[in-house]
């Protein structure tokens, strides 16, 4: 009894399998020894046969971290067409169109820090575009993003420009002030001694005065004599 039953799984998969490689599935992954003891040979066959994608899973496998993979590659791939769009449309002008693009890639992008980054870039443009509300709104979505010293002057020199855009000017020296501090504190490689060497190498730079020698006089007569 136990044989039949198996038989009549097998057969089902085959069958399944088939209707779905008709209808056009990319390809179909089986875990065996859970549902089924094995792949059926008939199904392997079909599978040759039909140049259908068939995958065997191990028995520890997970599905949803399988489909999570999946989803990240698939996203990622439409988030980079969305990017490659908006650069054709920028070098035509039109950044509020560049700017759709941009924000739909952030939104289908899982990874929070890539995300953010887009999330800044697309906030860019829309500032470019007047859409102040808009890039506000995608800078508020950076902050759950982990982003750089950099990107977050970067953020904070946005911030400035909209608010010097906007009728909220009286807070943007503070947040260029903020914006110049993160980029002061990342730029530590500038030490006073290299200060000291850039001067030295200005003065270098300048061309030098000609300076006509100056008569040297003792004393009274020689002057009158001069003259």
């Known amino acids: 009894g136990q044989r039949c039953v198996v038989g009549k799984q097998s057969v089902v998969v085959v069958r399944h399998g088939l209707r779905l490689a008709e209808r056009g599935l990319a390809g179909i992954a089986v875990k065996p020894v859970r549902y089924i003891p094995t792949i059926p040979a008939a199904m392997i066959e079909a599978a040759d046969?039909?140049?259908?994608?068939?995958?065997?899973?191990?028995?520890?496998?997970?599905?949803?971290?399988?489909?999570?993979?999946?989803?990240?590659?698939?996203?990622?791939?439409?988030?980079?067409?969305?990017?490659?769009?908006?650069a054709r449309a920028q070098t035509r002008g039109g950044f509020a169109a560049a700017a759709a693009f941009l924000e739909r890639a952030a939104m289908l992008t899982p990874a929070p820090?890539?995300?953010?980054?887009r999330a800044l870039v697309a906030a860019q443009t829309k500032f470019r575009a007047g859409a102040l509300?808009?890039?506000?709104?995608l800078l508020s979505s950076t902050e759950a993003g982990s982003l750089d010293e950099l990107d977050r002057a970067r953020v904070d020199l946005l911030r400035a420009q909209i608010a010097f855009a906007?009728?909220?000017?009286?807070?943007?020296?503070?947040?260029?002030l903020r914006a110049a501090r993160r980029l002061s504190g990342r730029a530590g490689a500038c030490e006073p001694?290299?200060?000291?060497?850039?001067?030295?190498?200005r003065a270098a730079d300048r061309p030098a005065r000609a300076r006509s020698p100056r008569p040297r006089y003792r004393n009274a007569s020689c002057l009158r004599a001069q003259v």
């Open 49 to 86: 046969r039909l140049d259908f994608p068939l995958i065997e899973l191990p028995a520890d496998a997970a599905f949803n971290e399988i489909i999570q993979a999946v989803l990240t590659v698939i996203l990622d791939t439409q988030a980079a067409r969305l990017e490659r769009s908006a």
């Open 113 to 117: 820090a890539r995300r953010a980054q």
């Open 133 to 137: 509300d808009d890039a506000i709104g």
């Open 166 to 176: 906007s009728t909220h000017g009286s807070d943007a020296p503070g947040l260029l």
């Open 193 to 201: 001694r290299s200060r000291d060497r850039a001067r030295g190498s």
